[in-house]
Protein backbone atom coordinates (compact mmCIF):
# COMPACT_ATOMS: atom_id res chain seq x y z
CA UNK A 1 0.00 0.00 0.00
CA UNK A 2 0.98 3.30 -0.50
CA UNK A 3 -0.22 6.74 0.95
CA UNK A 4 0.46 10.22 -0.93
CA UNK A 5 -0.18 13.53 0.01
CA UNK A 6 -0.05 16.56 -1.32
CA UNK A 7 0.98 20.27 -0.41
CA UNK A 8 1.70 23.80 -1.82
CA UNK A 9 -1.78 24.74 -3.87
CA UNK A 10 -2.57 28.23 -3.48
CA UNK A 11 -3.69 31.11 -5.29
CA UNK A 12 -1.38 33.17 -7.71
CA UNK A 13 -1.50 35.58 -10.20
CA UNK A 14 -1.26 34.68 -14.23
CA UNK A 15 2.19 34.25 -15.26
CA UNK A 16 3.10 33.61 -11.73
CA UNK A 17 4.63 30.42 -10.20
CA UNK A 18 3.44 27.73 -7.97
CA UNK A 19 5.43 24.69 -6.77
CA UNK A 20 3.59 21.41 -5.55
CA UNK A 21 5.26 18.84 -3.45
CA UNK A 22 3.74 15.11 -2.93
CA UNK A 23 4.71 13.11 0.02
CA UNK A 24 4.84 9.31 -0.67
CA UNK A 25 5.04 6.50 2.08
CA UNK A 26 4.81 3.11 2.11
CA UNK A 27 6.27 0.07 0.69
CA UNK A 28 8.63 -0.19 -2.26
CA UNK A 29 7.54 3.44 -3.36
CA UNK A 30 10.53 3.91 -5.22
CA UNK A 31 9.97 1.75 -7.38
CA UNK A 32 6.28 3.45 -9.09
CA UNK A 33 6.07 5.93 -11.26
CA UNK A 34 4.70 9.02 -10.19
CA UNK A 35 2.54 11.53 -11.89
CA UNK A 36 0.33 14.35 -11.75
CA UNK A 37 -2.73 14.79 -12.67
CA UNK A 38 -5.38 17.66 -12.53
CA UNK A 39 -9.29 18.20 -12.54
CA UNK A 40 -11.33 21.12 -13.34
CA UNK A 41 -14.66 21.61 -12.51
CA UNK A 42 -16.77 19.87 -14.83
CA UNK A 43 -13.99 18.18 -16.55
CA UNK A 44 -12.58 15.02 -16.74
CA UNK A 45 -9.17 13.91 -14.53
CA UNK A 46 -6.06 14.57 -17.20
CA UNK A 47 -2.74 14.14 -17.17
CA UNK A 48 -0.03 16.82 -16.62
CA UNK A 49 3.52 14.93 -15.91
CA UNK A 50 5.00 12.06 -14.84
CA UNK A 51 9.35 10.59 -13.75
CA UNK A 52 10.18 7.00 -13.80
CA UNK A 53 11.88 5.43 -10.88
CA UNK A 54 15.12 6.76 -11.86
CA UNK A 55 14.04 9.98 -12.90
CA UNK A 56 15.93 9.49 -16.20
CA UNK A 57 12.50 9.80 -18.30
CA UNK A 58 9.82 11.85 -18.06
CA UNK A 59 6.71 12.88 -19.90
CA UNK A 60 4.49 16.14 -20.30
CA UNK A 61 0.90 17.07 -21.50
CA UNK A 62 1.43 19.46 -24.37
CA UNK A 63 -0.26 22.10 -22.68
CA UNK A 64 2.31 22.06 -19.70
CA UNK A 65 5.04 21.71 -21.94
CA UNK A 66 7.99 23.81 -21.59
CA UNK A 67 6.07 25.47 -18.12
CA UNK A 68 6.09 22.77 -15.66
CA UNK A 69 9.14 20.74 -14.46
CA UNK A 70 8.59 17.07 -12.11
CA UNK A 71 11.22 15.90 -9.92
CA UNK A 72 11.53 13.39 -7.70
CA UNK A 73 13.53 12.74 -4.50
CA UNK A 74 13.78 9.05 -3.71
CA UNK A 75 15.78 9.22 -0.51
CA UNK A 76 12.76 11.51 1.01
CA UNK A 77 9.81 9.77 -1.02
CA UNK A 78 8.65 13.01 -2.47
CA UNK A 79 7.50 14.55 -6.15
CA UNK A 80 7.72 17.86 -6.40
CA UNK A 81 5.97 19.64 -9.65
CA UNK A 82 7.55 23.25 -10.49
CA UNK A 83 4.62 25.34 -12.45
CA UNK A 84 5.98 28.46 -14.18
CA UNK A 85 3.99 30.82 -16.18
CA UNK A 86 0.72 29.86 -14.85
CA UNK A 87 -2.46 30.66 -16.96
CA UNK A 88 -5.95 30.84 -15.52
CA UNK A 89 -6.77 27.70 -17.34
CA UNK A 90 -3.92 25.75 -15.02
CA UNK A 91 -6.93 26.57 -12.60
CA UNK A 92 -7.88 22.81 -10.96
CA UNK A 93 -7.36 20.33 -8.42
CA UNK A 94 -4.15 18.90 -8.90
CA UNK A 95 -3.16 14.97 -7.84
CA UNK A 96 -0.64 12.77 -6.79
CA UNK A 97 -0.30 9.94 -8.09
CA UNK A 98 2.02 6.37 -7.94
CA UNK A 99 1.62 3.58 -10.86
CA UNK A 100 3.07 2.73 -14.19
CA UNK A 101 4.71 5.43 -16.94
CA UNK A 102 2.08 6.23 -18.85
CA UNK A 103 -0.80 9.14 -19.03
CA UNK A 104 -4.50 7.39 -18.32
CA UNK A 105 -5.94 7.73 -15.04
CA UNK A 106 -6.45 3.84 -14.97
CA UNK A 107 -2.53 3.45 -15.15
CA UNK A 108 -2.04 4.67 -11.98
CA UNK A 109 -3.35 2.42 -8.44
CA UNK A 110 -2.39 4.84 -5.99
CA UNK A 111 -3.77 8.69 -5.76
CA UNK A 112 -3.10 11.64 -3.23
CA UNK A 113 -6.57 13.74 -1.66
CA UNK A 114 -5.57 16.47 -4.14
CA UNK A 115 -4.38 19.67 -4.16
CA UNK A 116 -6.29 23.03 -5.43
CA UNK A 117 -4.63 25.35 -7.61
CA UNK A 118 -6.28 28.74 -8.61
CA UNK A 119 -4.90 31.06 -11.13
CA UNK A 120 -6.69 34.81 -11.38
CA UNK A 121 -6.72 36.31 -14.32
Known amino acids: QVQLLESGGGLVQAGGSLSLSCAAS????????MAWFRQAPGKEREFVAA????????LYADSVKGRFTISRDNAKNTVSLQMNSLKPEDTAVYYCAAGRMLSRVRHYDYWGQGTQVTVSS
Open 26 to 33: GRAVSNYA
Open 51 to 58: INWSSANT
